[in-house]
T-cell receptor, first 117, second 115 residues
Framework: DTEVTQTPKHLVMGMTNKKSLKCEQH?????MYWYKQKAKKPPELMFV???????INESVPSRFSPECPNSSLLNLHLHALQPEDSALYLC????????????????FGNGTRLTVT | AQSVSQHNHHVILSEAASLELGCNYS??????LFWYVQYPGQHLQLLLK??????LVKGIKGFEAEFIKSKFSFNLRKPSVQWSDTAEYFC?????????????FGSGTRLQVQP
C-alpha cells in the first residue's frame, strides 16, 4: 500500500460542477506534486509545492487550482472542466532536499480517476 | 530542456527470460535518473535510482540499471523475469543544478511476461 492517500478514488463530474481532489501524506515530506496521466501515457507534471509554497506551475489552465493548506495536505480544486480533462490524477510527495524538490524520489498515491461528462 | 526516450513500447517475454529495457535521455548537464514501475491497478513505485557514484545500481525485486554517461543511457535489466513482473515501466530524469528541475518521464514500456 502507498503512504500517499488520495480521495476520492473515482470522480464523475459535469462541466459546470466544482469538485476537489484531496491528497494526504504523513511521511514528513515537504514537497508535494500533482501529475496528470492519460491512458497509455506517462505522468505529466502539473504543479509542485515546496514547503507549502507553489514552486512550479506547468502552464496548467486556471480551471485547475491547487492548494496546500499544510505540509501534509494537498488539494486540487476543479471548476468548469472539459471532457478532455478526464484522466488519472496522481499526487506524489518527496523530501524537499538541498537539490530542490525533485532531487528526491517521489512517492505516489493511487490516483483519482476523473471523468468529465 | 530535458527529454527521455524509451524505445520499447511493448515487450513480451516468457518467464525466466532476461530483460533489458532501454532508456535514453537528452540533457547536457548532471542528472538524477529513476525507474518507476506501475503494476496493473496500482500506484507508481520506485524501482531504483541513480544520483551519483557506482553507475551500476541495484533496485528492488532483482532489477538493476546501468548509467552510461557517454551514451546518455540508463537501461533497466533483470536476469530472469517472472510473471509478477508484468507491469508498465517508466524511466524518469530530472536535471540537477540551477533552474527548473521538473521530473520528466519517458513514454513507458509495457512488459508482459507469459507463464
Amino acid at each position: 500500500d502507498t503512504e500517499v492517500t488520495q480521495t476520492p478514488k473515482h470522480l464523475v463530474m459535469g462541466m459546470t460542477n466544482k469538485k476537489s481532489l484531496k491528497c494526504e501524506q504523513h511521511m514528513g515530506h515537504r514537497a508535494m506534486y500533482w501529475y496528470k496521466q492519460k491512458a497509455k501515457k506517462p505522468p505529466e507534471l502539473m504543479f509542485v509545492y515546496s514547503y507549502e509554497k507553489l514552486s512550479i506551475n506547468e502552464s496548467v489552465p486556471s480551471r485547475f487550482s491547487p492548494e496546500c493548506p499544510n505540509s501534509s495536505l494537498l488539494n486540487l480544486h476543479l471548476h468548469a472542466l472539459q471532457p478532455e480533462d478526464s484522466a488519472l490524477y496522481l499526487c506524489a510527495s518527496s523530501q524537499a532536499g538541498q537539490g530542490g524538490p525533485m532531487s528526491s524520489p517521489l512517492h505516489f498515491g493511487n490516483g483519482t480517476r476523473l471523468t468529465v461528462t | 530542456a530535458q527529454s527521455v526516450s524509451q524505445h520499447n513500447h511493448h515487450v513480451i517475454l516468457s518467464e525466466a527470460a532476461s530483460l533489458e529495457l532501454g532508456c535514453n535521455y537528452s540533457y547536457g548537464g548532471t542528472v538524477n535518473l529513476f525507474w518507476y514501475v506501475q503494476y496493473p491497478g496500482q500506484h507508481l513505485q520506485l524501482l531504483l535510482k541513480y544520483f551519483s557514484g557506482d553507475p551500476l545500481v541495484k533496485g528492488i525485486k532483482g532489477f538493476e540499471a546501468e548509467f552510461i554517461k557517454s551514451k546518455f543511457s540508463f537501461n533497466l535489466r533483470k536476469p530472469s523475469v517472472q510473471w509478477s513482473d508484468t507491469a508498465e515501466y517508466f524511466c524518469a530524469v530530472n536535471a540537477r543544478g540551477p533552474g527548473r528541475r521538473a521530473l520528466t518521464f519517458g513514454s513507458g514500456t509495457r512488459l508482459q511476461v507469459q507463464p
